[in-house]
């Protein structure tokens, strides 16, 4: 089973296209080097919401990310959002449609 960290944020500042850019040069490389990762995205969820979603291979690797990325919120981007909720659960089902050749 894999696990998933979904985080939810405020956007105090910038726009969703600014943190996108700043997260795919910053997290998302951190993210990569680390044993368990699978997937990383960004969620802009209207009125200023963001939502970050990773997914991970084991419950250890998601909790690991969860450290890492609130350190890297606070280092990085912290003048541009605020954190709302972090949760990490198991990922149940995440199915997509087959790539059309």
Known sequence: MRYTRLTTYD???????ELTGIAEKGI????VKEPGFVDYGLIDAGN???VSISIWETREAAQRSDTMA???VKEH???RVRLVNSYIGNLALFHGAPVAA
Do not use: C, M
Request: charge should be neutral.
């Open 70 to 72: 609130t350190s890297w």
């Open 11 to 17: 956007l105090t500042k910038g726009s969703f296209d």
């Open 77 to 79: 981007v912290s003048d």
């Open 28 to 31: 998302l490389p951190t993210f």
């Open 48 to 50: 200023h919401k963001v």
